[in-house]
């Protein structure tokens, strides 16, 4: 309903009702014979306000950042608004109303906005509420989390079925008394019995399957042999694991488990926990992966014990930062960032995860681009170099400040095969979805030792603050050291993508079509040589005079007379790249925050509707399985943190949280000492979720590049009441850099630790289904409703955030001396290393 004049509110029944008798002639005839209760002034008011409402609009509506559902162009006599399905919807129903675009059209949908926004926003207060709770340490604020462990798998060899029977267990010559199973298999069983039987891990017992023979003759002359693998305690029970050893043959008692089971499994239903929980955590890594902003990059170690950077896992997110090293020439040259001497150097610190920041700054003279690059650890050897290098480097355009972790990892890691339990009979595609990667994808990556993460911190904010230090010309040629060769020969670094089925992949697409090309200087015709939703190569017939990340405007006049739902006019690109004669240009589409790009939507409907006729262009040297077995050894090893936001009808949740095996300081803060699981309470506190998050969330589209916010945290490692344990803080809503230096400079005292964590957070879009495909074929077969409880869980999904600790480059930023930033770093790991070993 629109939004009424107040003093008519009690009228608005009415006003309603006569919202389609507007266009009819004998619309006075109806006001008073439907109002003739009403006085004649309040009547008077109804028609002027009916009037009001039905008056002919030409206001575009634009919901993008305003609503959660994704916003299409949709036009209307000659109007473009971008709304969501839900407006969509509404402002048709409009129409019929009224019979054309009016005042009260665009006031209903406004209003609608304005009432899921309230809605919302108290939905996250009930949150809030609810969130309090109450311990022996006093009312806290609790936002409980699960975890999603990235990697994870527990594979079973064979089927398990919930099935109870007696059995009895002989633990020792004088130990024997009676269980129940909970779910048996071929080769194990899980036990049921109470808590004060003495069994322990590794102990081998003997079992007489009571239930068993009690209805079947089992030919079984002994009692069967296992050995206890795990041991589970809940509610006064024990539930022990035990595997057979095998100790006897008992091929026949083999045979009807196996006949047993394949024949009653539908009846008792098959244990399916392993197969869920390989779904759920393979659902979310398909989630998170393709949205990352850091860049993995594998390191090789040669023969002669060389490091050397070999292979770099890519997404449409982290692409930029091979980008940047770019030459003149189209040539990359991040190996020289990532030298044998600098790998080799970070191989020796210590700690499981290496961690350093690397900063580099590009210098062009005569067409020519000359990069320099220098470790922090380089720098601090040289106190005076490091401020003529960060004051410097800091006042170029192409400043890069890097956040790298390294970790050791192996080959193996490479096959993760599925969860599903070997068919009875030969299955093709079982066979295939188990193999392990092919002889060519091995030779590719025998010699990979670590993976090396890089995430680019540059801000305009940080370059200011990096600019407080102060240098003189004169001091800058002693810069030289930190200078790259331009005759000495750069290795390549190879790309490969990652690939998902239904995630949109940006495939470039070869096709020729006149392009117009307009600067501020030049209007050139052009031609493309291929496209791709995100961007296109275009040719001209001499050089176009344009630099690296120029803007640059295009119009589309052959494809133009194709469309008409799209203006293919001052469309703004980047230029990324080119060829040494300015005769090839790579373009990027240039997307303003929270705008949709034109040319983007265009390409990605042109796309859809002509995958068939159109040619992809070749996509270098692709190793079929080769980023499958890379992404395979990333996941287990995974050092940031990811989280994950649900949309549950118009309530955003955000209780999801995925990590690795590997250390890490973030989770470690989000434990509890006194809670089982996690608690997000430091990023949450003050309403985040709302205010921070989901604001974000809301104006990102799904190809959008990830947003992000620095988040600061003090622990005050005496404290177990979360909430004085915990001082957080957006660095955005601190009034300046004084603040927030002073902010830090108190994290630096004994007993307390400081936290710099830099939020990414991107829209998502569908889920790899493809990815999951087999596993949640099985488990629909036994268990339809868990299957669509999975399905439902992944698709309620709207975002995806990514947790990097920044905290050494903030310290450096704000010029901290060096020992105070060695005993953060220091002390922050003596307590994780406490954690762990608790």
């Known amino acids: 309903m629109t939004k009424t004049d107040p003093t008519l509110a009690e009228y608005g029944p009415i006003i309603e009702k006569l919202k389609p008798t507007i266009k009819s002639p004998d619309f006075d005839l109806v006001l008073n014979n439907v109002a003739s209760d009403i006085p004649k002034p309040k009547r008077f008011l109804i028609k002027m306000e009916l009037k009001r409402l039905s008056a002919p609009s030409s206001r575009r509506i634009?919901?993008?950042?305003?609503?959660?559902?994704?916003?299409?162009?949709?036009?209307?006599?000659?109007?473009?608004?971008?709304?969501?399905?839900?407006?969509?919807?509404?402002?048709?129903?409009?129409?019929?109303?009224?019979?054309?675009?009016?005042?009260?059209?665009?006031?209903?949908?406004?209003?609608?906005?304005?009432?899921?926004?309230?809605?919302?926003?108290?939905?996250?207060?009930?949150?809030?509420?609810q969130a309090m709770s109450t311990t022996e340490h006093g009312t806290i604020s609790v936002y409980p989390a699960s975890a999603i462990h990235f990697g994870e798998r527990h594979l079973r060899s064979e089927e398990r079925m919930n099935y109870s029977m007696q059995v009895e267990i002989e633990a020792s010559l004088t130990d024997l008394f009676k269980a129940v199973t909970t779910d048996i298999?071929?080769?194990?069983?899980?036990?049921?019995?109470?808590?004060?039987?003495?069994?322990?891990?590794?102990?081998?017992?003997?079992?007489k399957f009571l239930g068993l023979e009690k209805e079947f003759a089992l030919g079984l002359k002994d009692k069967i042999q296992y050995k206890i693998t795990n041991i589970e305690e809940k509610s006064g029970y024990i539930y022990p694991k035990c595997q057979r050893t095998y100790d006897l043959e008992t091929h026949s008692f083999d045979e009807f488990l196996s006949n047993f089971i394949n024949g009653n499994k539908r009846r008792y239903k098959l244990n399916l926990d392993n197969t869920v929980s390989a779904i759920i955590n393979k659902g979310y890594e398909q989630y998170y992966l393709p949205r990352i902003t850091s860049l993995p990059v594998f390191i090789n170690q040669t023969d002669n014990n060389l490091l050397q950077a070999s292979m770099m896992l890519t997404n449409d997110n982290n692409k930029k930062i091979s980008g940047q090293w770019l030459d003149e020439n189209n040539q990359n040259c991040l190996a020289q960032l990532l030298s044998h001497e600098r790998l080799s150097a970070l191989s020796q610190t210590n700690g499981?995860?290496?961690?350093?920041?690397?900063?580099?700054?590009?210098?062009?003279?005569?067409?020519?681009?000359?990069?320099?690059?220098?470790?922090?650890d380089e720098l601090n050897e040289n106190p005076e170099l490091k401020r003529v290098f960060l004051a410097f480097g800091s006042s170029k355009k192409h400043w890069m400040v890097y956040r790298v972790q390294m970790i050791e990892v192996k080959p193996e890691q490479a096959h993760l095969p599925l969860t599903l339990p070997k068919p009875s009979k030969t299955d093709a595609k079982f066979t295939r979805d188990h193999k392990p990667p092919s002889p060519r994808v091995l030779s590719h990556i025998s010699k990979i030792k670590y993976v090396l993460l890089m995430t680019e911190l540059t801000t305009e904010l940080a370059k200011e603050q990096y600019q407080n230090n102060k240098f003189e010309l004169t001091e800058v040629n002693n810069l030289k050291i930190f200078g790259h060769s331009k005759t000495e020969k750069v290795p390549s670094i190879e790309e490969v993508a990652f690939r998902y089925v239904n995630l949109r992949s940006q495939t470039r697409y070869l096709y020729k079509t006149s392009v117009v090309l307009s600067t501020d200087f030049i209007d050139k015709q052009a031609y493309t040589k291929d496209f791709s939703i995100s961007g296109m190569q275009i040719e001209c017939g001499d050089s176009i005079n344009v630099d690296r990340y120029e803007k640059i405007k295009i119009a589309l006049p052959d494809l133009q007379q194709v469309s008409a739902k799209f203006k293919l006019k001052n469309l703004i690109y980047e230029v990324v790249g080119f060829n040494k004669a300015k005769t090839i240009v790579h373009l990027k589409a240039f997307e303003e925050r929270g705008s949709v790009h034109t040319g983007k939507a265009f390409f990605e409907q042109l796309i859809d509707k002509n995958k068939n006729k159109l040619k992809a262009a070749f996509m270098g040297n692709v190793v079929p399985g080769l980023a499958e077995a890379l992404r395979n050894i990333y996941v287990q090893s995974a050092l940031n943190t990811a989280f994950f936001i649900h949309k549950r009808g118009i309530r955003h949740e955000l209780k999801t949280i995925g990590h690795s095996s590997t250390p890490n300081p973030v989770i470690n803060i989000f434990k509890s000492d006194h809670e089982a699981g996690y608690n997000l309470y430091p990023m949450l506190r003050n309403n985040y979720l709302s205010t921070f998050i989901i604001n974000i969330l809301r104006r990102l589209q799904r190809h959008?590049?990830?947003?992000?916010?620095?988040?600061?945290?003090?622990?005050?490692?005496s404290e177990t009441n979360v909430v004085e344990r915990f001082e957080?803080?957006?660095?955005?809503?601190?009034?300046?850099?004084?603040?927030?230096?002073?902010?830090?400079?108190?994290?630096?005292?004994?007993?307390?630790?400081?936290?710099?964590?830099?939020?990414?957070?991107?829209?998502?879009?569908?889920?790899?289904?493809?990815?999951?495909?087999?596993?949640?074929?099985?488990v629909s077969q036994y268990a339809i409703h868990k299957a669509k409880q999975l399905e439902e869980e992944l698709w309620s999904v709207t975002g995806v955030g990514d947790i990097v600790d920044i905290t050494e480059e903030v310290l450096t930023r704000y010029a901290f001396k060096q020992e105070i930033i060695d005993q953060q770093m220091q002390h922050r790991y003596a307590v994780l290393q406490n954690s762990l070993d608790n």
């Open 62 to 129: 634009d919901l993008r950042g305003m609503v959660d559902g994704e916003c299409s162009e949709f036009e209307f006599n000659g109007i473009a608004h971008y709304l969501d399905d839900n407006s969509i919807e509404r402002f048709q129903k409009g129409i019929e109303t009224y019979g054309w675009y009016c005042t009260g059209v665009y006031e209903d949908i406004m209003q609608s906005v304005t009432n899921q926004k309230r809605q919302a926003s108290a939905n996250n207060s009930a949150q809030e509420t």
């Open 185 to 207: 298999s071929v080769s194990g069983c899980r036990l049921k019995l109470q808590k004060k039987y003495p069994l322990q891990v590794g102990q081998l017992i003997y079992i």
């Open 352 to 376: 499981t995860v290496k961690e350093t920041i690397f900063y580099g700054f590009t210098h062009i003279a005569k067409g020519r681009v000359y990069f320099y690059s220098a470790s922090i």
């Open 704 to 717: 959008s590049h990830p947003m992000h916010e620095d988040l600061l945290v003090r622990v005050k490692l």
């Open 728 to 778: 957080s803080i957006l660095a955005s809503e601190m009034r300046n850099d004084s603040a927030r230096r002073i902010f830090i400079q108190k994290a630096t005292q004994k007993n307390i630790l400081f936290f710099a964590l830099r939020i990414f957070i991107s829209r998502t879009g569908r889920p790899d289904t493809d990815f999951i495909a087999s596993e949640l074929s099985y």
